[in-house]
């Protein structure tokens, strides 16, 4: 619904995308971008409201801004809301000696304000976010009439976890530091480092539920985690997870932790790394998403893993020490529906099933487990690791069907690193099968 058609063609127009949430963009209708953007917001708590801004503003952007949303924001306040969400970069940010745009809003129509100080972005699970780098505004400010502003912090709802996490402070570990940053704990080694090692922890976004141990590489040793670890809270150290900028892999660090610690440690599969949605040119909101890949010796990054956490245990008397993993994304299941224990591969393969490895996908009968070989595999950003079938076993006939139907669902960037692995008694038949497949498909198998 428009809410303030442009005076001129160059003016923003004004919409509402639900109950006391109004965007500000170019053209009649707001890009998708920006609705789906705001799709994350809704609704609005009781007594609240929130501004996004989608359109660049220019030089008399505050003047300018409070035009264009005045009948917006005297319904708000006519409609007893207390508090605004000023979703805009530098909303909180003065100007040559002229007050924000937050501090306008908040004296002229009497509300409080929540703005950020440096670039306004939106989390996948509806958070707000303003990274806080070194030497550079940022974090998100509050407003009320008449009183100074405060720093609230650098994203917004405060997590649960965060005061544990600031209790930890700065400090030095067997010559590591660590650092609270917004996503949870930076680890690194002492001494002169690149200026990204410093600023990148800084830019990745938080999750509302968990905090990240964040190391600068797979090479931390792990009793200096086991120290910064036992010193958070028993559910916020047992909700962390471990996730290297590297992208290389981090079990072998947390099967160590897990036996320091006598408790499972859960490991992030792959690197963060910013999608190419952040901010549209222009614009003065933007999506905080990022997503993990694997990363090459290069620090390019590679395929997506199926595989997003996994969870390694203390070592126990004749236990095998596999990996558990317990998030996922994959494209196996036709209709996005998964078993207790596996993912299915449609109706074709009832009797088969799939499950997610740390290295990719492995695909066998309902009743059996994935080989100890499988679930051992570390990721690599080259190979995409895909087995098939049970030791001693034949393969099953419903492993052809399944593994077409996955194949044809593979983005081509991971399907030219898949790498098969058959397992079992493979017959003739089995053979020229999965020559015929690796002719269609163009993956390879294992030597």
């Known amino acids: 619904m428009t809410e303030h058609e442009p005076d001129t063609a160059s003016s923003p127009t004004v919409s509402r995308a ?40 220019h030089e008399d952007g505050v003047e300018a801004l409070c035009e264009w949303l005045a009948p917006s924001l005297d319904s708000v ?16 940010h003065g100007v040559g000696g002229r007050p924000s745009a937050a501090r306008t809003i908040c004296e002229r129509w009497g509300l409080d304000v929540l703005a950020p100080a440096g670039t306004a972005l939106v989390t996948s699970d509806g958070g707000l976010f303003s990274p806080d780098l070194p030497g550079a505004s940022g974090g998100w400010w509050h407003f009320s009439p008449g009183a100074e502003a405060r720093r609230v912090s650098s994203h917004l709802p405060v997590s649960d976890w965060e005061m544990a996490v600031r209790r930890v402070g700065r400090q030095t570990v067997a010559g590591h530091v660590i650092e609270p940053v ?15 090692a410093h600023t990148r922890p800084h830019a990745i976004p938080p999750e509302r539920d968990r905090p990240q141990l964040i190391l600068d590489s797979a090479q931390v040793p792990a009793a200096v985690l086991a120290v910064v670890m036992a ?42 790394v910013a999608t190419d949605r952040a901010v549209p040119n222009g614009a003065s909101a933007g999506d905080a998403t990022v997503e993990l890949r694997m990363v090459d ?11 997003r956490t996994v969870v390694c245990s203390p070592a126990t008397a004749g236990s095998d020490r596999s990996p558990h993993v317990t998030e996922w994304q994959v494209p196996a299941d036709p209709r996005g529906t998964a078993a207790t224990d596996g993912l299915s591969l449609g109706k074709d393969s009832k009797d088969c099933k ?43 006939e419903c492993l052809w069907p399944g593994l077409d139907s996955l194949l044809g669902r593979l983005e081509p960037d991971v399907l030219e690193r898949v790498v098969v692995h058959a397992y079992g008694d493979l017959g003739t038949g089995d053979r020229e ?3 015929e497949f690796s002719v269609r498909h163009r993956f390879s198998m294992a030597s």
């Open 18 to 57: 639900g109950d006391h949430i109004h965007l500000v963009h170019n053209g009649n209708r707001p890009p998708q971008w920006l609705t789906e953007l705001v799709g994350r917001l809704c609704p609005v708590r009781p007594g609240e409201a929130a501004v996004v801004v989608g359109a660049p503003l």
């Open 297 to 307: 010796s290069r620090g390019r990054p590679s395929w997506r893993p199926f595989a």
């Open 231 to 272: 010193a958070l809270p028993g559910p916020v150290r047992a909700a962390l997870r471990l996730l290297s900028l590297d992208g290389q892999p981090l079990l072998r660090i947390g099967e160590e932790l897990a036996d320091l610690l006598d408790s499972d440690v859960r490991v992030a599969v792959g690197a963060p």
């Open 77 to 92: 306040r006519d409609a007893q809301v207390r508090l605004l969400t000023l979703v805009m970069s530098a909303g909180a």
């Open 182 to 196: 917004p996503a949870g704990l930076a680890v690194r080694p002492a001494g002169p480092a690149p200026v990204t």
């Open 433 to 435: 099968r999965l020559l």
């Open 354 to 396: 799939a499950v997610v490895t740390p290295a990719g996908l492995w695909l066998g009968p309902r009743d059996a487990e994935p080989p100890l070989l499988a679930t051992l595999r570390p990721p690599t950003p080259e190979s995409v690791a895909i087995d098939l079938g049970v030791p001693d076993r034949p393969l099953a």
